[in-house]
């Protein structure tokens, strides 16, 4: 959250012991990643770094969300971000198999 905060993300927090819930409700249950969260209408998964979630809010897709599923090192809170090594992927909305989101 501090991440996003200094991101320039206004951030509220829902602690809940069911993310398979939450996870579920918003289509993303079968990408696994540690954090959720809802930027206007889209989920994001994971350690996505903020260039990419802001990206993806300038364009629009047609999708669910984004995610950088797992735990990947190169994130940021992992360790040193290393720009273009990440790999993020969109979720479509027609059931089809996520795809990569370019990074940013």
Do not use: W
Request: hydrophobic share 35%; proline share 6%.
């Amino acid at each position: 959250m501090d991440y996003l905060r200094e991101n320039g993300f206004a951030v509220s927090a829902v602690n809940t012991s069911d993310m398979d819930a939450i996870k579920k409700k918003y289509g993303m249950s079968h990408i696994a990643s540690c954090h959720t969260a809802l930027v206007n209408g889209y989920v994001v998964k994971g350690h996505v770094p903020a260039g990419t979630t802001r990206k993806m809010l300038r364009e629009k897709p047609s999708i669910i969300g984004i995610s950088a599923p797992g735990m990947p090192l190169n994130s940021h809170g992992m360790e040193e971000m290393q720009k273009g090594t990440l790999a993020i992927y969109a979720v479509p909305k027609d059931g089809k198999e996520p795809y990569q989101f370019s990074v940013e």
